[in-house]
């Protein structure tokens, strides 16, 4: 079967930085997305990654290494409204994406 | 604001009640989803429609019927539905169909409790 892991829930501390973890078990791959979900609110893009390595935007940043299933999302310089949950997806080689349960992120002042 | 419209915001609704869910992109988009979000689960992808034609049925149980009428609007029209189909209903579009990663664009979902 298809499987996106990440944590359930973190906590971080204002002006902090924090990781994210996603591990992916697919048929295939053609890349992994991350999106932000504040509550009640629409899922927002923040990432594509399809090649190894590391992207940088602004204060957010996602790695990714095919080899080992695995992608990171890096949060820095934490800020109260970076509070929300962030949901982790891979596109398999149907092209049909596989979601992650999310991981809620609190921070704290 | 994503470019993604849905109402109701809120619904509840009977068991015996029929009741349809709308979503609008304003993106010239050619792809819709329809996605159910439940506490702690993955998002389920329901159903997809390309150029309004339904390419994915991923096994929703018949008391979930989308219409598509055109490029622009989706909805889901809901009828004799359980308690555990209680849930955030989201509405997505995409340029075209997922593939070499066209990003989905979300609407804010209607929270639906069914009682």
């Known amino acids: 079967g298809q499987n996106i892991d990440q944590p359930t829930e973190m906590t971080a501390t204002e002006g902090a930085i924090v990781q994210i973890n996603c591990t992916y078990q697919?048929?295939?791959?053609?890349?992994l997305f991350w999106y932000q979900q504040h509550a009640g609110e629409a899922p927002t893009f923040l990432s594509y990654n399809v090649l190894d390595g590391l992207e940088e935007k602004g204060r957010f940043s996602s790695f990714l290494s095919r080899s080992k299933g695995y992608s990171y999302l890096l949060l820095k310089e934490l800020q109260m409204k970076d509070s929300a949950s962030y949901l982790c997806?891979?596109?398999?080689?149907?092209?049909?994406?596989?979601w992650g349960a999310g991981t809620k992120l609190i921070i704290k002042p | 604001e994503t470019g993604v419209t849905q109402t109701p915001r809120h619904l509840v609704m009977g068991m015996t009640n029929k009741k349809s869910l709308k979503c609008e992109q304003h993106?010239?988009?050619?792809?819709m989803y329809w996605y159910k979000q439940s506490a702690k689960k993955p998002l389920e992808l329901m159903f997809v429609y390309n150029f309004k034609e339904q390419t994915e049925n991923n096994s929703v149980p018949s008391r979930f019927s989308p219409e598509c009428p055109n490029s622009s609007h989706l909805f889901l029209h809901l009828h004799t539905l359980q308690p555990e189909d209680s849930a955030l209903y989201l509405c997505?579009?995409?340029?075209?169909?997922?593939?070499?990663?066209?990003?989905?664009?979300f609407g804010p979902g209607t929270r639906l409790t069914v009682l």
């Open positions: 993106l010239g988009h050619n792809a």
């Open positions: 697919t048929s295939g791959f053609n890349g």
């Open positions: 997806a891979v596109l398999d080689s149907n092209y049909q994406l596989i």
């Open positions: 997505a579009s995409s340029q075209e169909l997922a593939g070499g990663g066209d990003t989905q664009y």
